[in-house]
């Protein structure tokens, strides 16, 4: 791999007042998110104690338990890229962070040497 002298454009930086709007953004959907899981699992927990199920109890239980694991596996899908989960350092865990100066230099060599254009 050849070096490529590049000059990288300034990083943009929000005002306080963006920042401010994109952090309450960001509690609001991690809110929304852990609602969703909790209402799943208390769906989950309701279904059980029904007697006598029928074929839609069944039905909403198994939508419930399916919500519960997607939101699982998306969450820690998502922690691994970034960080270590419950402070365990497993391995192939926070990918981005140890991997950020590579990823950076492998993107800027494919947009110097193959840029992106509308033609196939």
Same mark, same amino acid.
């Given at each position: 791999?050849?070096?490529?002298?590049?000059?990288?454009?300034?990083?943009?930086?929000?005002?306080?007042?963006?920042?401010?709007?994109?952090?309450?953004? &960001?509690? +609001?959907?991690?809110?929304? =998110?852990?609602?969703?899981?909790? %209402?799943?699992?208390?769906? *989950? /927990?309701?279904?059980? !104690?029904?007697?006598?199920?029928?074929?839609?109890?069944? &039905?909403? +239980?198994?939508?419930?338990? =399916?919500?519960?694991?997607?939101? %699982?596996?998306?969450?820690? *899908? /998502?922690?691994?890229? !970034?960080?270590?989960?419950?402070?365990?350092?497993?391995?192939?865990?926070?990918?981005?962070?140890?991997?950020?100066?590579?990823?950076?230099?492998?993107?800027?060599?494919?947009?110097?040497?193959?840029?992106?254009?509308?033609?196939?």
């Amino acid at each position: 791999m050849t070096s490529i002298d590049v000059e990288f454009p300034p990083v943009p930086q929000l005002s306080p007042a963006d920042e401010i709007q994109v952090r309450q953004a &960001l509690r +609001r959907n991690r809110l929304l =998110a852990t609602g969703l899981l909790a %209402l799943m699992i208390a769906i *989950a /927990i309701a279904t059980r !104690f029904v007697s006598s199920p029928g074929w839609l109890v069944h &039905l909403v +239980r198994a939508g419930a338990e =399916a919500g519960i694991i997607g939101g %699982l596996a998306d969450w820690f *899908a /998502i922690t691994v890229l !970034f960080r270590h989960p419950f402070g365990i350092p497993l391995p192939h865990t926070a990918i981005l962070p140890s991997n950020k100066d590579r990823i950076g230099r492998s993107l800027v060599f494919r947009k110097c040497t193959k840029p992106i254009s509308r033609e196939r």
